[in-house]
């Protein structure tokens, strides 16, 4: 069974630096293009990253785009999220997701999330 497991979130301060990861199994990890998507409190779902499957093209919200690099590991079946310069509407929790088998924009499989939360 697909199984996606997020972690690296927690505490920071602004301004600081965290490191999400994403360890994938159930599925062959290297063909597959994966996102980084968030939710914030009280908010709705937020698509952060993309990355492709050999991870030679990325992309980014404009809400991060300098700040966080998306990464993977294919041999380690992991997925990365480098977040620096972190901001208070940082807060949220980051979810990892892969693309559809057949529509590749509707993601079918998401892990349950690992909390990000910003101080001032």
């Known amino acids: 069974q697909v199984q996606l497991v997020e972690s690296g979130g927690g505490l920071v301060q602004s301004g600081g630096s965290l490191r999400l990861s994403c360890a994938a199994s159930?599925?062959?990890?290297?063909?597959?293009?994966m996102s980084w998507v968030r939710q914030a409190p009280g908010k709705g779902l937020e698509w952060v990253s993309n990355?492709?499957?050999?991870?030679?093209?990325?992309y980014y919200a404009d809400s991060v785009k300098g700040r966080f690099t998306i990464s993977r590991d294919n041999a380690k079946n992991t997925l990365y999220l480098q977040m620096n310069s972190l901001k208070p509407e940082d807060t949220a929790v980051y979810y990892c997701?892969?693309?559809?088998?057949?529509?590749?924009?509707?993601?079918?499989?998401w892990g349950k999330g690992t909390l990000v939360t910003v101080s001032s």
């Open positions: 997701a892969k693309e559809g088998e057949v529509i590749a924009t509707i993601l079918d499989y």
């Open positions: 990355i492709n499957s050999g991870g030679g093209r990325t």
């Open positions: 159930g599925f062959t990890f290297s063909r597959y293009s």
